[in-house]
């Protein structure tokens, strides 16, 4: 994993800016997670990151997802994200790779369609998933462009809705949902640092985002490890509440009817 991510942490100065550097201890999932983290850079874009391999797999999507399958939207790849930046919501300072506004604006749990293994799929430039988000739902194709109206660079893909129940021909619907999954939060309350602070997804409860995450140069630490071996007692002695933190949620349901059969055809 450590040589996936070597682009993510060159780019970056973790003196400077306080996103993850793919450390901490990420949990465990029945599926594998999705995020879309809405990027207010220097061009405003929409980053799909699909959980693969122990690392995000990340496209920066320039004009969001459409939930019109007549919409191609420009993909273009970026370098493998570590999975901590899953709950990565706040501001990365000016001047630093990034600097600007991130949202976590829709999340949830992902599936290849069918047998698709998703190295092969990636390789071959035709990635056909399905997402099982709370803005997002149904099936999606990426497919690697070959042509060079943006450029013929390899990393230009497109993101296109499949016609299913989930699709719309107001394709910018969804894009109009436009508050955090993770805080509820506008773009400008997680600017400002105001507001409720984003709920963990990937990380563990007690590594949850303050609401005034401003990723600057103050040098502020990042929240301490857990200390593992009581940290493990206090899960055991509280197992028997029922699940909160994963499963037991909509965006599970929706797995379980709409992901849970395409898993089951891969056995
Ligand atoms: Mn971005």
């Given at each position: 994993m450590a040589a996936k991510l070597s682009t993510y942490r060159a780019k970056r100065d973790f003196e400077k800016t306080e996103e993850p550097s793919g450390s901490k201890k990420v949990r465990k999932a029945e599926y594998p997670r999705f995020v879309i983290q809405k990027h207010d850079a220097t061009r405003l874009h929409y980053d799909l990151r699909l959980e693969h391999d122990g690392?995000?797999?990340?496209?920066?999507?320039?004009?969001g997802p459409s939930l019109n399958p007549k919409d191609k939207r420009l993909a273009v790849e970026v370098e493998d994200h570590p999975l901590d930046y899953?709950?990565?919501e706040g501001t990365i300072p000016k001047g630093e790779y990034g600097g600007g506004t991130v949202m976590l604006w829709d999340r949830g749990y992902w599936l290849p369609e069918g047998n698709e293994n998703i190295d092969d799929a990636l390789k071959k430039g035709e990635l056909k998933f399905v997402l099982a988000g709370d803005k997002l739902k149904g099936s999606y194709v990426l497919v690697?462009?070959?042509?060079?109206?943006?450029?013929?660079?390899?990393?230009?893909?497109?993101l296109i809705k499949h016609k299913d129940e989930w699709a719309?021909?107001?394709?910018?619907a969804a894009l109009r949902k436009d508050k955090s999954v993770a805080s509820g939060r506008t773009m400008a309350?997680?600017?400002?640092?105001?507001?409720?602070?984003?709920?963990?997804?990937?990380?563990a409860a007690n590594h949850a985002i303050k609401p005034d995450a401003v990723w600057s140069t103050d040098g502020n630490e990042p929240p301490s490890e857990p200390k593992p071996a009581r940290r493990t007692a206090t899960r055991r002695a509280t197992s028997t509440k029922p699940k909160t933190a994963r499963g037991?949620?909509?965006?599970?349901?929706?797995?379980?009817?709409?992901?849970?059969?395409?898993?089951?055809?891969?056995r």
């Open positions: 690392v995000f797999k990340s496209w920066a999507v320039t004009k899953g709950d990565f690697r462009m070959k042509g060079d109206k943006y450029g013929g660079k390899r990393n230009n893909w497109l719309s021909d107001d394709g910018e309350q997680i600017a400002a640092g105001k507001g409720k602070a984003p709920t963990p997804f990937m990380l037991k949620t909509a965006t599970a349901k929706a797995v379980k009817a709409k992901i849970a059969p395409a898993r089951a055809a891969k």
